[in-house]
C-alpha cells in the first residue's frame, strides 16, 4: 500500500493514515507525519584580506552528510548575474568553468568540495559565491557566501 503525492508543496505537511479492514482481525491504521521543508538557503558573510587565500565551504552546517555522493556545482554572481565556476558530479574530476577570465586560474575545488581563491582581488569585494548541492531532481541545498576583501 503506498500513496503517491506529485507537485508537492508546503501546504501537504501534515498527519495522513492509512486504514483497512481484515477479516477476522478487524481494522488496520498506520499514521506516518509528512514535513515538506522549502528550499533551503543558507547565507554567510566571509572577510579576507587582499592576495590571500579565500576557503568557502560548501555546506558549513553539514558535517556528518558526504557530500561527495551527490553532484554540487559553484557560482558567483554579482548585480543578479550568476556564473558557473565549477561542477562535480560523483566519483568524477572537477570540471572547471573557463568562461570567467576574472577566476579562470584563481579556483580550486578541495577534497571537501571547499571552494579555494587564491589570491583574493578586490574585485572579489561583494561577490556572492553560492554551492548548490543537488540530493534529488527536487531538492537542492544551497549556501550562499557573500566576500568581503580588505586592503592592508
Known sequence: WALHLKNVTVSLSGQYEC???TY????????IQLIVKAEEEQHYVKEVWINQTLEIP???????????????KWLVGENGRKEELVTKEPSCPAVY????????????LALNNT???????????????????VYHPERVQKSSTTVRVFGK
Not at 115 to 133: A, M, N
Open 115 to 133: 571552494l579555494k581563491i587564491f589570491p583574493t582581488k578586490i574585485t572579489d569585494d561583494g561577490r556572492v559565491f553560492s554551492c548548490h548541492v
Open 19 to 21: 486504514s483497512f479492514a
Open 97 to 108: 568553468r573557463n568562461g570567467s577570465t576574472l577566476y579562470r586560474q584563481r579556483v580550486h
Open 24 to 31: 477476522p482481525y478487524g481494522t488496520k491504521a498506520a499514521k
Open 58 to 72: 560548501c555546506l558549513e552546517d553539514t558535517t556528518s552528510e558526504n557530500l561527495s555522493s551527490y553532484p554540487l
